[in-house]
C-alpha cells in the first residue's frame, strides 16, 4: 500500500507539473488572441458602454501581452524543455536516448517516424466525416502532425520500448488533440450563445473566453502527457499501466462529464442538436426565388452580362445560416426571436438574417429599419454600424434622410468613435458638406489614429458636390420592366469597371437603389461626383437568367463632375438576343 501511495503521488507530481505546463501554453495562446483582436477593436465606433467592457477587456489582454514577443517564445522554449525533463522523472531512458552513440539506431528512428504517422493517423480519424485526407491536408500539415508524434516519441524513450507503444501514444495524442479543438469550439459557441448571448460586448464573455485556452491546455497537458507514466516501457504489466493512468484518466473524465453536462443543458433548452436555423425557426420556404441580374455595361463587356441571383440571406453572426429572402419567413423568423428563439444558439444567426434580408433585394430602407429593431432587442451590432459607416463616407446620397442617419452615428455623447471611425467620420462629414464637423474629427484622428499617413489627415479645399443625378426608362422586349430594383453603384477611384462578383458588398457599394415605375422609368439624385455602374434585379419570370440579352445602347461606366452633373441615360431597350 505503500508503495502504492508514493507511485500516485509521484504521478499526481507529474499532472501538476504538466498541468502548469498546459497553462502556460494557454497563457501564450491567449497572449496571441489577444494581441490580434484587441488593436482592431481600438479602430470601431463603438458605444461608451462596449468602450467601457472594451477598456477592461484591454487591461486584460495587456497583461497576457505583458512580455514581448521575444520573451513569449523564450516561454514557450522553456516550457517545452521543462515538459520534457519532467517526463524523466517517469521514464529513466530518456536520459539515453541516443541522439549519438545508440544501438540499432535506423531501427530506433524508424519507429520514431512510425509513432508519428499514427499520430497524424488519430488526427486525420478523429476530424468530421473522415472528409480530411493526406491530399486534403496537405504535405506540411502531415509533416507537422508527424512531428508532433515523433516528440511524443521521445518522451517514450524508444530505445526500451517496443513499436507498438509508441504507436499507441501516438494515436492517443492525436485523438485527444482534436477533442481538444473541438471542446474549445463548443466552449466558445456556448459563451456566446448560452453563457454570455447578448451583441454588446461585456467584460464577462471576454474573461471567459481569454480563459478559454488558459483551462483548456492545463487540462490536456495534465491528463494527456500525465498518461506518459501508463505508456513507460519499464513495467508491461497491465495491472501497473491501469494504476498509473488512474489519476489522469480521473482527470480526463471530470471535464468530460462537465462538459456533456453543459451540452446536455445545451441541447434542452437552446436547439443544440437542431441542425439549422431553418429547422429551429420553423421557416417555411426552404428553396431561394431566384431573381435576374442584369449588368448594363459598367464591367466593362459591350453587352449586357446576366447572371441569376438566389434571393438568399446568408448570416454573418452566430450559427452559419442561408435563408431563403421571402415574406414568410421574414415572419417566421420574427416571430422566433420573440419566442423560444430568444435562448437559442441560432439566436445571432436569425437577428442577422433578419435585420440583412431586405439588403438581398436591395431595399436599404426596409433593411435599416429591421437593424434598428434587432439592435433595439438584441444590443447594438458593431459590425453593422460600421458597414453603415462606410457607406456614408463613401457613396451614400447626399439626402436629409441619409444626412440625420449620420448625425446619429457620430454622436459623441452615445458613441466612443477613435481612429479609423474618427477618420471615416471626418470623410462622411466632407462628403455631406460641413467643413467644420470634418475639421473636428480629423482633430480627433490627430490624437487617437497614430499609423494615420499624412496625406489621409488631409481633405480637399472643397467638398464634392452633392447635386448629381441618374435616369432613364428601361424596357424589355417592348415592355416596361415594371417591379424590377434599378442600383447605382459606386465604382472606386482606382479601378476602372464594376466587380460584378463583389456586388454582395451592399453596404459599401451600392449607393442607392429604386423600383421601376409603371412605365419602366427611374431616377437617382444627391450623388456626389464620381464613376457609377448601372445594374438591374429583375423578379423571378421578368428575364431568364440564361438569357443573351442586347441593348439599343448601354450606359458603361456614368461619370458625374461638376462640369457633367445629370446624366439622363433615355430609353435602354433590351431584347432577347438572336
Known amino acids: 500500500m505503500k508503495g502504492l501511495i508514493e507511485e500516485q503521488k509521484e504521478v499526481g507530481q507529474l499532472v501538476l507539473w504538466q498541468g502548469l505546463c498546459g497553462v502556460l501554453v494557454g497563457i501564450f495562446l491567449a497572449a496571441v488572441m489577444a494581441a490580434i483582436a484587441v488593436p482592431s477593436f481600438d479602430n470601431i465606433t463603438m458605444t461608451h458602454a462596449q468602450a467601457a467592457e472594451f477598456s477592461r477587456l484591454a487591461r486584460l489582454a495587456g497583461f497576457f501581452s505583458f512580455f514581448s514577443w521575444v520573451g513569449l517564445f523564450g516561454l514557450f522554449a522553456f516550457l517545452l524543455a521543462s515538459w520534457v525533463m519532467s517526463s524523466r522523472r517517469v521514464n529513466p531512458g530518456l536520459p539515453g536516448f541516443p541522439f549519438f552513440g545508440a544501438p540499432k539506431p535506423f531501427s530506433i528512428w524508424t519507429q520514431v517516424l512510425l509513432s508519428g504517422c499514427v499520430f497524424q493517423g488519430g488526427l486525420v480519424i478523429f476530424l468530421d466525416s473522415g472528409q480530411w485526407t493526406f491530399t486534403h491536408s496537405g504535405p506540411a500539415f502531415f509533416a507537422l502532425a508527424a512531428a508532433g508524434g515523433a516528440a511524443a516519441w521521445l518522451i517514450l524513450s524508444p530505445s526500451k520500448a517496443s513499436a507498438f507503444l509508441g504507436a499507441g501514444f501516438g494515436l492517443m495524442a492525436g485523438f485527444l488533440f482534436q477533442a481538444t479543438g473541438k471542446v474549445f469550439s463548443f466552449l466558445f459557441q456556448w459563451i456566446l450563445e448560452v453563457g454570455c448571448p447578448s451583441f454588446e460586448m461585456n467584460f464577462s464573455q471576454g474573461l471567459l473566453v481569454y480563459s478559454l485556452p488558459v483551462a483548456i491546455s492545463a487540462v490536456f497537458f495534465a491528463g494527456c502527457f500525465g498518461l506518459v507514466p501508463a505508456w513507460s516501457p519499464d513495467d508491461s504489466t497491465l495491472g501497473a499501466r491501469l494504476r498509473r493512468a488512474f489519476l489522469p484518466v480521473a482527470l480526463l473524465a ?24 431553418a429547422q429551429a425557426a420553423g421557416l417555411p420556404d426552404r428553396a431561394a426565388p431566384v431573381w435576374t441580374l442584369v449588368v448594363l455595361g459598367a464591367d466593362g463587356k459591350s ?20 435563408v431563403p429572402s421571402t415574406d414568410a419567413n421574414r415572419r417566421a423568423l420574427e416571430a422566433f426571436l420573440v419566442g423560444p428563439g430568444r435562448s437559442s444558439r441560432f439566436r445571432r444567426a436569425a437577428a442577422d438574417v433578419l435585420s440583412r434580408m431586405s439588403e438581398v433585394l436591395w431595399d436599404r430602407k426596409a433593411s435599416l429599419d429591421a437593424q434598428e429593431v434587432v439592435s433595439y432587442v438584441f444590443g447594438s451590432d458593431i459590425l453593422h454600424r460600421a458597414f453603415e459607416t462606410a457607406w456614408l463616407s463613401g457613396c451614400a446620397p447626399i439626402t436629409p434622410a441619409n444626412r440625420e442617419r449620420l448625425e446619429r452615428l457620430s454622436d459623441e455623447g452615445r458613441f466612443r468613435i477613435h481612429g479609423r471611425g474618427a477618420l471615416k467620420m471626418a470623410k462622411a462629414w466632407w462628403r455631406f458638406g460641413d467643413k467644420e464637423l470634418a475639421r473636428h474629427w480629423l482633430a480627433v484622428v490627430r490624437l487617437t489614429y497614430r499609423d494615420a499617413k499624412k496625406d489621409e489627415l488631409a481633405l480637399p479645399e472643397a467638398a464634392p458636390f452633392p447635386d448629381g443625378s441618374v435616369s432613364g426608362r428601361v424596357v424589355f422586349d417592348g415592355k416596361p420592366l415594371a417591379g424590377a430594383m434599378v442600383g447605382v453603384f459606386r465604382i472606386p477611384d482606382e479601378v476602372r469597371v464594376l466587380d460584378v462578383s463583389r456586388l454582395g458588398l451592399f453596404w459599401t457599394q451600392q449607393a442607392d437603389a429604386r423600383r421601376a415605375g409603371a412605365d419602366g422609368s427611374f431616377r437617382f439624385e444627391r450623388l456626389t461626383e464620381g464613376a457609377y455602374g448601372l445594374c438591374l434585379l429583375t423578379p423571378p419570370g421578368k428575364i431568364p437568367a440564361k438569357a443573351k440579352l442586347k441593348a439599343s445602347k448601354l450606359p458603361g461606366v456614368v461619370k458625374l463632375s461638376r462640369g457633367s452633373a445629370r446624366a439622363d441615360l433615355g430609353l435602354l431597350s433590351l431584347t432577347t438576343g438572336r
Do not use: D, K
Not at 254 to 276: D, E, M, P, Y
Not at 303 to 317: F, G, K, L, M
Open 254 to 277: 471530470a471535464a468530460g462529464a462537465w462538459i456533456f453536462n453543459l451540452h446536455r443543458t445545451a441541447v434542452s433548452t437552446h436547439h443544440w442538436r437542431v441542425g439549422s436555423l
Open 303 to 322: 453587352e449586357p452580362t446576366v447572371q441569376s441571383w438566389p434571393a438568399e440571406t446568408r448570416s454573418r453572426n452566430g450559427m452559419p445560416a442561408v
